[in-house]
């Protein structure tokens, strides 16, 4: 299976007293590069969640994000600490009886007193398995829209070997005569210039030289074997983004060398049709992972 190193994937998860939220999103890059914005109650669980996702990521920068939102409009049963409401009580009465001109307190700052409407806070670590069991969900979701993605991008390369394989079929053919033909406008010339000063086994000899040189089979054969390794490596699928971009600059390495060896100008043409498509596949491959 070939992945895309973009991808996008977000969860929610209810949990006692509020609810959880975790979010995988990512771009391309060289290495695995993680970016973690974690609340700071649940900053210890950066560590295992790290490891869970270096377990199947091997590429890409990737932000995390977890929250947690506590709820305040939970439908539970509330009820003030009579303890402490009536000390509260009690307290009142002493300051306005020593200050009559304070302000008494009000129903809102009685309800906010620490404790009034019992324990409210949250036990992060017990938060724990239930943070570990939705990054999973979202990493199978994560992992889900990469692989959507590299199945698009890989049959955009696919689609681009196929017009390379069509460009050198097309040209392939003509070559030979069309060799024939410069090298015996060649010899022509050598004769007209050399005249007696040389002899035909001499022409021959730069002509055989020079016919070497424009000679373009192996570039040709060499084109084609790097094109079955593309087709070969994303059958295979996992982890090829570095192993294809490897293969696009030798597939560039030919191409070059195919133009400046041309001696016709329907192979330079071709050659500036193969560049492109190498740099439409460059493009589309440098987001494999």
């Given at each position: 299976?070939?992945?895309?190193?973009?991808?996008?994937?977000?969860?929610?998860?209810?949990?006692?007293?509020?609810?959880?939220?975790?979010?995988?999103?990512?771009?391309?890059?060289?290495?695995?590069?993680?970016?973690?914005?974690?609340?700071?109650?649940?900053?210890?669980?950066?560590?295992?969640?790290?490891?869970?996702?270096?377990a199947k990521l091997t590429r890409g920068?990737?932000?995390?994000?977890?929250?947690?939102?506590?709820?305040?409009?939970?439908?539970?049963?509330?009820?003030?600490?009579?303890?402490?409401?009536?000390?509260?009580?009690?307290?009142?009465?002493?300051?306005?009886?020593?200050?009559?001109?304070?302000?008494?307190?009000?129903?809102?700052?009685?309800?906010?007193?620490?404790?009034?409407?019992?324990?409210?806070?949250?036990?992060?670590?017990?938060?724990?398995?239930?943070?570990?069991?939705l990054a999973r969900e979202v990493l199978?979701?994560?992992?889900?829209?990469?692989?959507?993605?590299?199945?698009?991008?890989?049959?955009?390369?696919?689609?681009?070997?196929?017009?390379?394989?069509?460009?050198?079929?097309?040209?392939?053919?003509?070559?030979?005569?069309?060799?024939?033909?410069?090298?015996?406008?060649?010899?022509?010339?050598?004769?007209?210039?050399?005249?007696?000063?040389?002899?035909?086994?001499?022409?021959?000899?730069?002509?055989?030289?020079?016919?070497?040189?424009?000679?373009?089979?192996?570039?040709?054969?060499?084109?084609?074997?790097?094109?079955?390794?593309?087709?070969?490596?994303?059958?295979?699928?996992?982890?090829?983004?570095?192993?294809?971009?490897?293969?696009?600059?030798?597939?560039?390495?030919?191409?070059?060398?195919?133009?400046?060896?041309?001696?016709?100008?329907e192979v330079s043409q071709a050659s500036?049709?193969?560049?492109?498509?190498?740099?439409?596949?460059?493009?589309?491959?440098?987001?494999?992972?």
């Amino acid at each position: 299976m070939i992945s895309s190193m973009t991808g996008y994937a977000v969860k929610t998860r209810d949990v006692e007293r509020g609810t959880l939220q975790f979010e995988l999103k990512s771009v391309n890059s060289r290495y695995l590069d993680f970016h973690f914005r974690v609340m700071e109650e649940l900053r210890a669980l950066e560590m295992p969640l790290r490891e869970l996702l270096a377990a199947k990521l091997t590429r890409g920068k990737v932000e995390c994000r977890l929250s947690f939102n506590q709820n305040g409009g939970r439908s539970e049963h509330l009820e003030a600490n009579p303890a402490l409401l009536d000390t509260l009580k009690a307290l009142q009465g002493q300051v306005l009886a020593s200050l009559p001109g304070a302000q008494p307190l009000s129903v809102g700052e009685v309800l906010r007193w620490p404790g009034m409407l019992g324990d409210q806070s949250v036990d992060f670590a017990a938060l724990t398995p239930e943070v570990l069991a939705l990054a999973r969900e979202v990493l199978a979701e994560f992992s889900a829209s990469r692989a959507r993605e590299g199945a698009k991008l890989a049959q955009l390369i696919v689609d681009r070997v196929n017009a390379m394989r069509d460009i050198v079929r097309a040209v392939a053919p003509r070559i030979p005569e069309a060799q024939a033909l410069f090298t015996d406008r060649l010899r022509q010339r050598l004769r007209e210039a050399l005249e007696s000063e040389a002899g035909e086994e001499r022409i021959l000899q730069e002509v055989a030289v020079f016919a070497a040189r424009i000679d373009v089979a192996e570039e040709i054969g060499r084109l084609m074997t790097h094109l079955d390794e593309v087709e070969r490596v994303l059958k295979q699928g996992g982890a090829c983004g570095k192993r294809l971009d490897f293969l696009m600059q030798e597939l560039n390495r030919e191409a070059n060398t195919l133009g400046s060896k041309s001696a016709l100008v329907e192979v330079s043409q071709a050659s500036m049709d193969l560049k492109l498509l190498i740099e439409q596949m460059r493009e589309q491959i440098q987001n494999l992972e």
